[in-house]
């Protein structure tokens, strides 16, 4: 059965009369369809499938709902303080938290998609030859990576290569150099594009 939530919600302000509230997000068990109806910017959630939908048009009596989850998300990561790289890989999570042991920092995909533009900030760097900040997946390095030249400070990115993820899989940054130095102060950032 459609939906027809198109009555405006209102409430009583101090200085005007009667205020637009915004609607509530409509939770149902399905995806919002053509004759689902209510104000533009309409949330939907359909909970057994974990979306979210947004009412952005109705023309000729015909509603279109556009998946929120279909646009592009930024993973990244700070790195707080000095980051040591003295001769060991050290393991960033893509919502922080560094660590020696690949295992104890890795995120879950929880949809297919492809990660690219791997842009890479740091205020200060006291390694003494380059440091290669990786994104790994499923504990194997990819061909996304940039390599900050040895006492340099700056932004660095890898604006050409990508991965493809599939859910489930495990994703880090990895940032490995043969000798010792510190990188400070900065962070670690993808682009993800669901499919």
């Known amino acids: 059965m459609a939906v027809n939530n198109t009555r405006q919600r209102v409430a009583y302000g101090l200085t005007d009369a ?29 909970v057994p499938n974990n979306i979210a ?13 556009v998946n929120l989850a ?22 960033i999570a893509p919502f922080g938290g560094e660590s020696t042991d690949p295992a104890g920092v890795q995120f ?25 900040v990786t994104v790994n997946k499923n504990s194997v390095n990819t061909a996304l990576a ?4 040895a006492l340099t400070a700056g932004t660095f990115s890898d604006l050409v290569d990508s991965v493809t993820v599939a859910a489930g899989d495990l994703l880090q940054f990895e940032a490995s150099a043969s000798t010792g130095g510190t990188i400070q102060n900065g962070s670690v950032s993808v682009t993800f594009v669901p499919s």
């Open 146 to 149: 940039v390599t900050i030249p």
């Open 18 to 46: 009667l205020l637009t509230v915004n609607p509530r997000p409509i939770i149902s068990q399905r995806a919002p369809g053509f004759a689902d109806k209510s104000e533009l910017g309409q949330i939907w959630i359909d």
């Open 108 to 132: 879950v995909a929880s949809s297919a998609g492809t990660i690219s533009k791997l842009y890479v900030n740091i205020d200060a760097n006291t390694s003494t030859i380059g440091v290669t």
């Open 53 to 65: 939908y947004i009412l952005t048009s109705v023309v000729a009596n015909s509603s279109t709902w």
């Open 70 to 91: 279909s646009g592009t998300q930024t993973l990244g990561a700070s790195i707080n303080g000095a980051m040591s790289v003295i001769g060991a890989n050290l393991y």
